[in-house]
């Protein structure tokens, strides 16, 4: 029997992985690759707690998430092709048009 | 455990107006498609917007909850969506003939606008965190369209990007904190929580699964709101995207987010005692740095944006105040708003229509000579948001800083009252280049459409009319706070 706190380190480590990844990474794509790591690990932290209290809330949630996460991905993919049309580059460090 | 089938009461009545309006979208998908009818979509969207409006008004007074929780509809609901519908209505007003002058007019924008309209109802009139966040959601990402909608601009392009990935991240900190309130509470419906929030907050694992799940959702709300630490997109979203757009998200998910924080902090975690010197902090942070990075800005919409964060500050006092005073306070400050940021954007919108105006200070040069009326509105607009009485912008101000004296919140009022002065310099530095200053350059002048002249006289009414009248928006606000969460 593994223990809930187990679940949550792990989803922490993995948030963390995907916040670090947020701010450090210049490559769009991998931006976006680590905000996916951070839904996932709240997904998990939702499953954990599911099974740790016996509801079903937990893992309807996560199908809810799943498909929040889909509609998300199918923008932000969009947007990073459109950028990359226009510039032919999808390198965050080029975007300084506007000051940050 | 509830039951969740014998609660399960569906009553469409709570959600008339997100069915008018989905009804609306959908109907104009279909529009978009034929080249021949593509031409009445604005149109279309008005006619949605109002008639949702109507059905908003029919709703006031009621007060219920439907599929099995999931929707709440009270006042509170009520007046915000009514605010969402009037903003909805002005930026399609004042957006036609831009879009048409750069070069985007497609039906799209229209869709896009009603989806999002629809998401914000949906968070607004829950009491369930998991609902919140799927409005959220269905608010946000039409919004990170519409903020890219200049496809081949390539500022728009970057202003699209940033919006998307500070949005998809704050959603992520959401999301975590949604779950461990889960884990705490065993439920995501915000008035169970209330029922045992004291028993949840001293139980040992409960209590820090709480407490975390609390602050890892205002992280993800503090995004939406631009609070301090968490507002650096807003200035680059705000000048890349298209102008009557940027109108658009400096009120309408602003109002969203903060109606949502309201229901949650104020009324949900209201025992948290903590709460009062987290949101001072946020709130004096916020409307500092707003006002002193705008009084640096050349540029109008890069000011307008820095004063839009310093607004939120403000209305973050009212989050600190707590109780019906202060959300009172807080929806009025938004009302009006809603009203005069959107008047100061729609008259940046229209000089924008002329070709290669990037909305610096010094392009406003002449405009008084050019277009009287339009200076004097665009200065009546600086004047409310400066908060200068008979303007309804020194009404909110008032009720708010009131009511963070009677709350004993004196330092705090001390520090929002200096604020206002000092963003007095920025606001009028537009006054005062578009009356008094002189170039050789002749003012180019703009094309006022009656749908442009319609928004703007409906926004300047508002907010003289409301700054002469203020009892019966006063009223609203009032009686807008009961029957939460």
Known sequence: ?100 | MVDYVSTLSIDFSLIYPEIALIIGAFLMLGVACSRRLAPMAPNLALLTYVVSLYLILNQWGLQGAGFADMVVCDSFAIMFKAIFVVASIVTILLAQYYLKTKGIDRPEFYVLMLISTVGMMAMTATADLVVMLIGLEVMSLPLYVLAGFNRRSLKSNEAGVKYFMMGAFASAFLLLGIAFIFGAAETTNLRRIVTDFSYLLHHQTSGIYLISGAVLVFIGFGFKIAAVPFHSWVPDVYEGAPTPVTAFFSVAPKAAAFAVLLRIFVFGFSGLSELTTVFSVFAVLTMSVGNILALRQDNVKRMLAYSSISHAGYIMVALAVGGPEGVSAAIFYIASYTMFNLGAFGVVTVLETRSGCQSDYSELTGLSKAHPYLACVFALFMFALAGFPPTVGFFGKFYLFSAAIQANLIWLTIIGVMNSFVSVYFYLRVVKVSFFDTSEKTFSKVRLTPAIVLALALTAIATLGIGLFPHQLLRLSQAAIFGLP
Do not use: C, Q
């Not at chain 1, 679940?7 to 990474?25: Q, R, W």
């Not at chain 1, 709240?42 to 099974?51: G, Y």
């Not at chain 1, 991905?73 to 947007?79: F, I, K, S, T």
């Open chain 1, 1 to 100: 029997m593994v223990p809930t706190s187990a679940y949550l380190i792990l989803a922490i480590i993995l948030f963390g992985i995907g916040t670090v990844g947020v701010l450090i990474t210049r490559n769009m794509i991998v931006l976006f690759m680590s905000i996916e790591i951070m839904l996932n690990a709240a997904n998990m932290v939702l499953i954990a707690f599911s099974k740790a209290l016996n509801l079903v809330d937990g893992h309807v949630i996560v199908f809810l998430v799943l498909t929040i996460a889909a509609a998300e991905a199918a923008v932000g993919l969009a947007m990073i092709v459109m950028v990359y049309r226009n510039r032919e580059t999808v390198n965050v460090d080029r975007f300084s048009l506007m000051k940050w």
